[in-house]
């Protein structure tokens, strides 16, 4: 089993868990009764009735849940099945140094670690560093390393970090794939009323003529093909609108320690953190841009178009990052890429339309503060 198979199998459980929590929390007769019957598994609460459910509901944590999955996995502990599924420890593994420099590609960062591949050698390890927040998914990150170790088939590295860098093409990814699909004909395209004039934005897309359109492939692990209306992202923002937020980003980092190229992951991280923190949200935006734009040609003249589902992980990606140039002053900048999301997306679901002619003008983000808030959750989750 690869590295990539392990992590998505540690994904799949940890959503699976979560799941099971919600069932039983969901009031619904037959959800909760499925619920019940498995968490009657553990020992702790084996006694526990149908009818008497509020034992379970003021004591069940995200813990319980993982030791059941690990249980009906055949394994004692949630501890005995992650360590099963995780790579072996690689301490001294040969051709690498850890005396000099290391590169990490930063697949999640935790409240306290964060977890890391050695950049072209592959080896997984848990980082311990001061200011781990200060790193991102999808990143770069130089360390200065001062002690290596294991413990419970994990391989940990304390140091320094030194630097970060973005560099999408440099950490080893396998591009999404991108499907053609039908040619877009401008002059059908529904542009208003008949006798409206045509905005400027507008005409020189009007004048570039027929376009191909495409779909960028989606990537999100954690789907459970059993249940096509669960989706880890809803949970994700489900546990944000909750109050959960700690919990929220747990599961999107969960996603992108599984497979980096879940844009959306780095879309809903950078919503988590736009509201307080622009600074770092368009460092999540920026890596989902990056990532998706490995699968684009060099120059991209195609469309993406929102009403393929599939695109609008990149596209958030894009607005998203697009809004927080805006408000950090970066007007230029901003005007580039909302103009760029017209011609990806002439139907403009995202109303980046509104945004360039306000930019255009220099107005602040300040100036369009609620308007702006209620554009930023439109396009979610």
């Not at 969960?254 to 953190?273: K, W």
């Not at 841009?289 to 894009?318: Q, V």
Request: proline share 6%.
């Amino acid at each position: 089993m690869t590295d990539y198979e392990r992590q998505h199998s540690i994904t799949q459980c940890r959503i699976e868990a979560r799941r099971l929590l919600k069932q039983l929390r969901s009031g619904a007769p037959d959800e909760v009764a499925s619920a019940v019957a498995r968490f009657r598994k553990l020992q702790s609460f084996s006694s526990t009735s149908l009818g008497d459910i509020s034992h379970l509901l003021e004591r069940v944590r995200l813990k319980h849940s993982l030791a059941v999955v690990a249980q009906e996995r055949g394994f004692e502990s949630w501890r005995a099945l992650k360590g099963a599924l995780e790579p072996e420890p690689q301490t001294g593994t040969p051709g690498l140094d850890f005396t000099q420099r290391v590169e990490f590609v930063v697949l999640a960062v935790r409240e306290r670690a964060a977890r890391c591949r050695v950049r072209g050698a592959g080896t997984i390890i848990t980082l311990r560093a001061h200011r781990i927040w200060h790193i991102f998914p999808g990143e770069i990150v130089v360390v200065r390393p001062h002690k290596e170790w294991s413990f419970a088939g994990h391989s940990y590295l304390s140091g320094e970090i030194e630097s970060t860098t973005l560099d999408a093409a440099a950490i080893g990814l396998q591009p999404l794939q991108l499907e053609e699909l039908d040619m877009w004909d401008p002059h059908q395209h529904y542009w208003g009323e008949e006798g409206e004039r045509i905005e400027q934005w507008a005409e020189p897309i009007i004048a570039r003529g027929p376009r191909r359109e495409f779909r960028l492939q989606h990537m999100l692990p954690g789907e459970d093909t059993q249940d096509p209306f669960w989706d880890p992202i809803i949970e994700a923002m489900e546990l944000k609108d909750s109050g959960n937020s700690k919990e929220a980003c747990n599961v999107l980092m969960d996603l992108c320690q599984a497979d980096l190229r879940c844009l959306d992951a780095h879309a809903h991280l950078g919503y988590l953190a736009f509201d307080h923190t622009p600074k770092e949200a368009i460092r999540h935006y920026a890596v989902g841009l990056g990532i998706g734009g490995l699968s684009l040609p060099n120059p991209f003249d195609g469309l993406l178009p929102w009403g393929y589902i599939d695109n609008r992980p990149f596209l958030r990606c894009m607005h998203g990052y697009g809004l927080c140039l805006w408000r950090l002053g970066r007007f230029d900048e901003a005007e580039q890429v909302f103009e760029k999301m017209l011609w990806l997306n002439p139907t403009d679901n995202q109303g980046a339309r509104f945004l360039v002619e306000d930019i255009r003008a220099r107005v602040t983000w300040a100036d369009r503060a609620p308007e702006n808030a209620a554009t930023q959750a439109a396009t979610l989750p």
